[in-house]
């Protein structure tokens, strides 16, 4: 899969608060700052397995299986326990569930912005 060249997805400044549990911070070179929950990038895992998780999920709520999103299941906020920066393209985050396969690069970061301006920009083609 080619990686686009695309500006918008370069940090110009990258902060991590493990400790606090706070998330991502990150500046893009377009000025754009997105801000992004442990929690929610546990969700967002691009890792193989969770891609996989993903689309069995996104099959099953297509199959008009409504009732799998009511069942009560415990599920703990996910936290990062460390991140370590991947050369100069990626964050790889290991959760207190124990993952630590998914590797966050700033292309996918920037398009997986929470904002509803990245979600226009970045993601409404892919649904
Ligand atoms: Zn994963
Ligand atoms: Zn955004």
């Keep these: ?3 686009p060249l695309d500006s918008r997805k370069k940090p110009s400044s990258v902060k991590i608060h493990v400790t606090s549990g706070a998330g991502i911070d990150i500046v893009w070179s377009d000025d754009h700052a997105s801000h992004y ?3 929610y990038l546990r969700d967002e895992c ?3 397995t969770c891609n996989e998780e993903r689309e069995k ?4 709520a297509a199959a008009g299986a409504a009732s799998a999103a009511a069942l009560p299941m415990f599920k703990p906020k996910a936290r990062a326990q460390a991140a370590t920066i991947v050369g100069n393209y990626a ?3 290991t ?3 124990g993952h630590s396969t998914g590797i966050y ?3 996918h970061l920037r398009s997986i912005c929470p904002c509803p301006d990245c979600a226009k920009d970045f993601r409404s083609a892919h649904t």
């Design 105 to 107: 690069s700033y292309d």
């Design 95 to 97: 959760f207190n569930d």
């Design 91 to 93: 964050i790889q985050l």
């Design 1 to 3: 899969m080619p990686i």
């Design 57 to 60: 999920k996104r099959a099953f």
């Design 37 to 39: 929950d442990f929690a």
């Design 46 to 48: 691009p890792c193989a």
